[in-house]
């Protein structure tokens, strides 16, 4: 492949035997008219050259470039993997595009992508950060819109999209309570100083049907993270008989973990997981779950990011209801895949 | 939140009592020199008015965004997730940014995710194509650099980077032979107009012991896909004892299928998968597969493709040789997750 040449105005200029400025008023239509052969030839010469207008030049002068930075925490993590398919497919329809960035669970990270988005002057970012109270200062500072993802509303000032993480943790150890079960332990996310709502509910939950809390580690939203929080928690051997964890990530995890300790799911160990992401589907059993809308999430988040950079709008937080997908791993009935 | 209001040069002079121009001195460290005082009241203005020189007018200047497209085929392929977090990875270390698209197995949304690439002039572009032979006509004639990502160098004047497939394919099913299996399936990509490597390194592993082929079963390469397969694999009831599976996702679902018809594995059903993911490390048993080196890949793929847009550069194919990880599906000792 030879050196790259960029097809520029003067070239279909020349090629169509007018001004530039005359293929400008073809490709604006307008401010001037110009003749319909004049046009024509215009036209055949942005056709045969392959010419397309500077999307740059385009983007300086409209002040935007449609573009949107997605800056998620970690990369390994089933419900970002479909969030981030949903937010591409939400922007795609009305004409965005997606960069996106992985912070690998690293604060400085995090605030190199910010920094280099800002510096882009995209239109917006979602972020999923690593930090509870992420420090958004510097791009609030830019004029550039945020929107916080997987998040409840930590910071006043700036939109969010999130699960109601408190009512789903709740349902789903009143689920297993529901099936029998007096000693269930957590896994939790990663500490940090704002309290998870997953670990309220869960402890809710116990505190209503009179249950002790059972023991809680907190692991990294990973499936290794649910793996060694797993392990630890079924060496500590004081009695327990089920699991929730606070992503499917760390669900599939513990799952593994469970068969390698030689237990039955769920006779031994029964488990619930939150996200309901496709890969919770095709574990063995399968893994019940308290299912995210990711798409609604994606939808409204791209939304709500369009009217912020539009101006003119006060923050919203919107917070989402789980359902509980109900599978092998709880001791409900585990539907194929197929059904 | 109010309106959006971007800081430009004419503020930042109004604020430091300075001409425009003296904002570029200082900014570009010249052509003209500005008084010491006057720089520190320039810096001063750009700090307190958070001022940012406008990326898009910059890119329009260097006739670069430093951004590169990415158009992934399938959204649900745990290869894919990886490799594109390993792209951005290696394009972020070069200063560039990765727009995500994906074409959830259609060749209509992968032409629109091409055309919107190339209207917003990406410094290049990198494919892993629905089809085998995509028509990449269009982006060529833009000028903008393409490479396909997870090929074997289908299109002598494209670059390409992808797994040795036939090798790899060859080695999974020695292996099976290796462990005594006779009668062995495969669960192949779809069905296109070139030969996968894949099946021609089963057929070909088979011949030289003298096997002869097991069923083979075309799926969609996502879990889901895979399942479906292993299932009518499984019901065809002629007496298969081994599987492989062209992908992660696929060997997954067929685990789950395997596992839902009551069999063992390996025991009844040994099963060897290609691609090496993260996902295959916490199946259970776990799941052995091929690994592509995909770090690797991404790095080259970066560097290829800003090769190319720098011009003079003939078009490379690169093919990757892939290790086996043996875990407990093909009957190796299942490693935990944490040795």
Known sequence: MSTRKVVVREDVA????????????????????????TEARVLEAIRVLGYRPNAA??????????IFGLVLSTGGNALF????????????????AVINTNSRESAAREREHLRNLVNRRVDGIMLASVEAQPDISEVARAGVPV???????????????????????????????DHGHERIGMIS???????????????RALAESGL??????????KRFGGYKAAKR????????????????????????AVHEAGLRIPDDIAIVSFDGSTEAE???????????PVEQMAEDAVAELLALRDGGRAPTHRTYPTTLQARGSCGCVDKDPLS
Chains 1, 2 share one sequence.
């Open 14 to 37: 020349r090629y169509a035997n007018v001004s530039p400025a005359v293929v400008s008023y073809v490709l604006n239509k307008g401010p001037k008219r110009v003749r319909p052969e």
């Open 233 to 256: 928690l079924l060496a500590s051997g004081d009695g327990l008989t089920a699991l929730f964890t606070s992503c499917d990530a760390q669900g599939v995890g513990a799952l593994r």
């Open 57 to 66: 030049a385009r983007a300086l002068k409209l002040q935007s470039q449609e």
């Open 147 to 177: 929107l916080l993802l997987d998040n409840g509303g930590s910071i006043e000032s700036v939109p969010s999209v999130g699960a109601d993480l408190e009512a789903g943790a709740y349902d789903a150890v009143r689920h297993l309570i």
């Open 212 to 221: 002790p809390e059972g023991p809680l580690v907190p692991a990294t939203p």
């Open 81 to 96: 993997v479909e969030l981030a398919n949903a937010i591409e497919d939400a922007a795609n329809a009305l004409g965005f």
């Open 282 to 292: 095709f574990t063995w059993p399968g893994l019940s779950t308290m299912r995210q």
């Open 189 to 203: 996310g990663p500490p940090t100083d704002l309290s998870d709502g997953r670990e309220a509910g869960w402890s």
